[in-house]
């Protein structure tokens, strides 16, 4: 488990290096706190989190993990690194309530950097609004049907509902956005993700690419 740690920990200081080049002191302490991996005695979180103002996400089979990152005063460059970890930990992450204060809407800058992490999903720009689309071919009317059996399981347990339509008696077509903002935010893609995760080719008239 710790040299999947070491692996992914070493994935984001490569990323955090690209766009945060000019802060060679932010980098140095990313490092140092990485170094301490080979350290099994010492949490995830204890080598990340401490002193950096972070919320902390727990993650399934992997131990604790941050879900946020404030290590700098400049904006842009703090929700950079709020994008990379979340791209991280997208899949594991639970959604937070719309009017929670931790919602926060995404440029289309920040939208496209998740992209990769809900791959088949398109992003759109609906009259200025950005959503997440996706469709698949179904077998029959009522294996959508079952289809969005599937996908409102999720959505309760996560308390985030997508638009879901059946046309044409057999393609479903999802339409994910949050509505109490007019746009996306996290909790869009960590639906789409968790979307993704299903089993639903049995209910598919064609496979999944």
């Not at 879901?164 to 996290?186: C, P, R």
């Amino acid at each position: 488990m710790e040299n999947s740690l070491y692996k992914l920990s070493s994935m984001l200081i490569r990323h955090l290096a690209s766009v945060l080049h000019q802060d060679a002191s932010m980098i140095r302490t990313f490092q140092a706190r990485l170094a301490t991996l080979s350290n099994p005695s010492i949490s995830l979180s204890r080598t990340f989190c401490r002193n950096h103002g972070s919320s902390i996400t727990h993650v399934a089979g992997t131990g604790v993990m941050c879900s946020h990152l404030a290590v700098s005063t400049n904006t842009t460059t703090r929700n950079r690194i709020r994008t990379l970890w979340s791209y991280a930990v997208l899949s594991t992450k639970k959604c937070v309530p719309c009017n929670s204060k931790d919602l926060r809407t995404l440029t289309e800058e920040a939208a496209n950097q998740l992209m990769p992490q809900v791959s088949g999903w398109d992003l759109v720009n609906d009259g200025g609004t950005l959503k997440l689309h996706r469709s698949w071919k179904v077998k029959t009317f009522t294996k959508g049907l079952e289809f969005f059996q599937e996908v409102a399981n999720v959505a309760e347990a996560e308390g985030h509902h997508p638009d879901l339509h059946l046309v044409g008696w057999n393609n479903v077509k999802i339409e994910i956005w949050t509505h109490s903002v007019s746009g996306l935010t996290e909790n869009d893609f960590i639906l789409a993700a968790k979307v993704n995760g299903l089993d639903v080719q049995h209910l598919l008239s064609e496979k999944l690419s």
